[in-house]
């Protein structure tokens, strides 16, 4: 379960969006970017398995889509 999630906004302009995000999955801090298509691109560690990976990815980019995109 991922824990402590926290996103920031880096740029936002007609071209692109990008965001920077943080949080903790099985007592491992994971940082990245998160970019307007959906790619991310990972900061730290840099040894993520392709299993958590995968796990990772889709968690985050549905986290993006509740925070970012939708009204609340």
Known sequence: MISHF?????????INQEWS???????????GKYYKDGSIKW???EDINEE??????????DLMLYHVYEDH
Not at 6 to 14: D, F, P, R, T
Not at 52 to 61: G, N, P, S, Y
């Open 6 to 14: 926290n996103y920031k906004e880096i740029k936002n302009n007609l």
């Open 52 to 61: 958590d990976r995968k796990f990772l990815e889709t968690a985050i980019h």
């Open 43 to 45: 900061t730290s560690p």
């Open 21 to 31: 995000f943080s949080f903790f999955y099985q007592q491992k801090r994971y940082t």
